[in-house]
């Protein structure tokens, strides 16, 4: 829940601010220690990703997921769960159950036997509203939809519905895919106290700027779509964007369009909760550094 619905439940409350530079740094280590002798990985945040590697039996991956575990916590200092599986949904089901600090394997073959009792909300795209549907179809657990026809598939999800159906059955033919390409690099922050336009807005936008700039610089990446997401006091979101001429991984053509961005969303009045900065339009061409912007970002002027 938001943390100022959180607040007026129990004022009590004792909040931990959010080191997001600390989290991020986290990350990339164990994010490192998930590519030693991986053939994949494919991160879903700054704390879970799928990891495919070579393994003959489910002893080995056990071994190996163990052995991860252990290099985490021994060299980053944190805890892992993990879940272990032939197939994408079953794995992240299972890590998931396998919370706080535990390991869950799930035997190639058993997938279907597994999912079978649980609750529909478990699947990839069973939300709240598709549960209260689904309920008044008397449709509760997995084992329940799996057995689903083709036609009441069919009406309950339209052309997705053979899909849903067999992740249900717990057949899950994805692979987990690191190269995919990239087609934009974000980084956000949500505040514990709304900011202003000033100078604490704009150390913000300057810290998610030149995070954004290190992960492209890391991936040898550039983009000329600039652009920024921000979330007013009110839960009201609105981006902005612009393009710079030559694709760019500079941390100050990136914050400078920011800025830029920042100044043309009239911010003068409103309280942010949360900003975000997104590089999009990327490419793996050589860099050719052209900016329109300045090259001083701090002078950069700004309506009264």
């Known amino acids: 829940m938001p943390l100022y619905r959180a607040r007026e439940l129990c004022p009590q409350l004792v909040v931990v601010p959010p080191n997001f530079t600390r989290y991020r740094e986290l990350s990339r280590a164990v994010f490192e220690i998930f590519s030693r002798h991986a053939t994949a990985v494919e991160g879903l945040s700054l704390d879970e990703a799928f990891v495919a590697f070579e393994c003959e039996d489910l002893e080995t991956a056990v071994a190996y997921a163990q052995d991860v575990r252990a290099c985490v916590r021994g060299e980053v ?67 329940e939809l799996a057995a689903l026809s083709d036609e009441d598939a069919f009406r309950l999800f339209g052309r997705g ?26 980084a956000e922050e949500t505040f514990e106290f709304d900011l202003r336009m000033g100078s604490d807005l704009d150390a913000a936008l300057l810290e998610l700027s030149e995070d954004v700039a290190r992960r492209l610089s890391a991936h040898a ?53 949360l900003l975000g900065v997104r590089v999009a339009s990327i490419t793996e061409e050589p860099a050719r550094e052209i900016s329109f912007f300045a090259e001083h970002p701090q002078e950069v002027p700004r309506p009264l």
Do not use: F, H
Not at 163 to 185: C, H, K, P, Q, Y
Not at 241 to 247: F, H, N, R
């Open 77 to 143: 200092g944190l805890t892992v769960s993990a879940g272990v599986a032939a197939q994408k949904m079953v794995a992240k089901i299972a890590s998931e159950a396998a919370k706080p600090d535990g390991l869950r394997a799930v035997p190639p073959g058993t997938e279907a036997e597994y999912l079978a009792p649980m609750p529909v909300g478990r699947l990839w795209g069973i939300g709240p509203k598709t549960q209260a549907r689904l309920a008044l179809e008397n449709i509760a657990t997995v084992r």
């Open 161 to 186: 519905g053979k899909s849903v159906r067999e992740l249900a059955r717990g057949n899950d033919t994805r692979i987990v895919e690191s190269d995919r390409e990239t087609r934009s690099v974000s």
């Open 221 to 273: 990446l550039r983009g000329t779509t600039i652009g920024i997401k921000v979330r007013r006091s009110d839960r009201t979101t609105l981006v902005r964007q612009t393009t710079v001429a030559v694709p760019t991984d500079s941390a100050k053509t990136i914050y400078a369009a920011a800025l830029r961005c920042l100044e043309r969303a009239e911010l003068a009045r409103c309280a942010v909760r």
